[in-house]
């Protein structure tokens, strides 16, 4: 019987053996490749760290100690370890979610997937543990990619500011985020990782020197009253211990017998610790071990044997920007690239390549991206930053009040914008055009296919003395839409082929397909519709009045929040146009979003051209006093 299947929760780990505990890890390696392989997900991280879990679950006792993740990408050790075994559907609709989930388990205290924040929940746990008098442990586990971003080294130092208060800090060392950790803390880590260590270089000095008459031990004595001098010299950990923080490692993250023995005495110390635990991301599945990019930080469905995809779906959104970008930088030299810490995921790394000394990448640090950014284009370049739509969020009052302050000429491209699916509530890019529409200057350009991703990006560029933004999707990008008309800078999709059209449908991005549809269900109804892409939906196209005002109805459809979005932005401009015509916005409903495939997620919330079709016909039926059997009350959105 596998060791595996007889663990439902933590404790059934401490009556095993060390050389059982040994097959349980290769059993759990074995389960994540065949159950990955499946569905998809972050494979790499977490075969890195299922000794480290292992250790911990031993060591501490949870739940009522804490366990913390960051970021919960490498949680699915410990989800095995809590009594979480089926991953038959991770990442799907009613199955487990790909980060800790409070709706899973007890066990998982944040549902943390933006990175650089668990110390400071760490910081306020203990602190809650020290003011109500408990004896619980916090254990904040921090991969040393996050430890790039700022905000954990801002709560490095608040954490450090209390000697007694308890704290355990793992630092995950794989040399990596997603692609190879860079910056001046990679460097500390990699020289912590060569070093022999001090304590070893003094235990063999005091030998040699105890040994030598006369002046021998007290120049020992001397030597050890230094030890601070020569810890930094030979090994440089003393960066940690300046701050007030002990100190452990580095460790074999691979030894759980050492892992065991560190993390015990850390538990022990009272204080705030970290304890450096070296680890392999991919760790005994030779395919990761031989991906340079980024050791399967996340894949697709593959073949176990072989690490290949099972099926490709065609040209993505992120690939036709990247194949632009270099177009570009042939033809501009000023055009430079920043990425934070993903560089692959969002399709800079052919740029890299052709450009090396031209791209930067900053760490998990947004806000940091963001300022440099503006530095950059004061400095005579045109800044590319790309990045998920949902890490933008972090660096928001950096875009306001630098950038566009500033009136620098920097263009953010957001990468996975709108309903993502199988990554839940954290990575849905829902909100970037709702927060945006507060920045004075900034234009945002919504590309509904690859042409107008290659066509906006070279507008954006242009661009010399605002921010700019274009945003697009995940996954594969589709046909071309083509246009049949412009209206300003509007491009029209389709006309209504009378000069009394009842619906003026305002699509937003690659929702355009979706609205060509719901026109055609419209005129089966005999509603007679105007589709239009405004392209650049920030600021609303002075057109867009005029236009709307030879129609009887304004709908608009964005993968977007309905809070403050592109449908809200144009209701407040037909008002400020003195167009007093009903106005729909359809879009995201104000709250999390449960992981699902992107499909399922959008019928959910109602956002399908049946779903928006029926209440167009509604709202045309009441307008028109019909009591002939469609709805005389529009019915809400769906929220």
Known sequence: MPLLTRIRGPRDLDRLSLEELDQLAEEIRTFLVEAVSKTGG??????????????????????????????????????????????????????????????????????????STVLGWADGLAKANEVLKRDDHVVAVIGDGALTGGMAWEALNNI???????????????????????GGLANHLATLRTTDGYERFLARGKDLLERTPVVGRPLYETLHGAKK?????????????????????????????????????????????????????????????????????????IHPDTGLPIASSGADWTSVFGEEMVKLGKEREDIVAITAAMLQPVGLDKFAKAFPERVYDVGIAEQHGAVSAAGLATGGLHPVFAVYATFLNRAFDQVLMD???????????????????????????????????????LRLAAPRDADQVRAQLREAVEVTDAPTVV????GAVGPAVPAVGRVGGMDVLREPGTDTPDVLLVSVGALAPMCLEIAALLDKQG???????????????????????????????EDNSRVGGVGSAIAQALRDAGVDIPLRDFGIPPRFLD?????????????????????????????????????????????
């Open 42 to 115: 972050h494979l790499g991280p977490n075969l890195g760290v299922v000794e480290l879990t292992i250790a911990l679950h031993r060591v501490f006792d949870s739940p009522k100690d804490k366990v913390l993740w960051d970021t919960g990408h490498q949680s699915y050790v410990h989800k095995l370890l809590t009594g979480r075994q089926d991953f038959s559907r991770l990442k799907m609709k009613g199955g487990l979610s790909g980060y800790p989930s409070q709706a899973e388990s007890e066990h998982d205290v944040i549902e943390n997937s933006h990175a």
């Open 160 to 182: 450090a500011d209390a000697k007694d208060r308890p704290l355990v800090i793992v630092v995950n060392d794989n040399e990596r985020s997603y692609a190879p950790t860079i």
């Open 229 to 301: 001098g020569l810890k930094d010299f030979i090994a440089p950990q003393g960066m940690f211990e300046d701050l007030g923080l002990k100190y452990v490692g580095p460790i074999d993250g691979h030894d759980i017998e050492a892992l065991e023995s560190a993390l015990s005495r850390a538990k022990r110390f009272g204080g705030p610790v970290i304890v450096h635990c070296l680890t392999e991301k991919g760790r005994g599945y030779q395919p990761a071990l031989q991906d340079e990019a980024d050791r399967f930080h996340a894949v697709g469905k």
């Open 403 to 441: 950038v566009a302050l500033h009136k620098c000429g920097v263009t953010f491209v957001l990468d996975r914008a709108g309903v993502t699916g199988t990554d839940g509530a954290s990575h849905n890019g829902m909100w970037d055009m709702s927060i945006l529409q507060v920045v004075p200057g």
């Open 471 to 474: 945003r697009f999707s995940k």
């Open 527 to 557: 509603i007679t519709t105007t589709v239009v892409d405004p392209r650049w939906v920030k600021p609303v196209d002075e057109h867009m009045a005029p236009l709307a005002d030879k129609h009887r109805v304004v709908v608009t459809v």
């Open 595 to 639: 992981h699902a495939s992107r499909a399922e997620v959008m019928a959910e919330i109602g956002l399908t051209a049946p779903d928006i079709a029926r209440q167009v016909t509604g709202l045309v039926s009441k307008l028109d006093g019909r009591l002939d059997g469609t709805p005389s009350e529009v019915e809400p959105a769906r929220d």
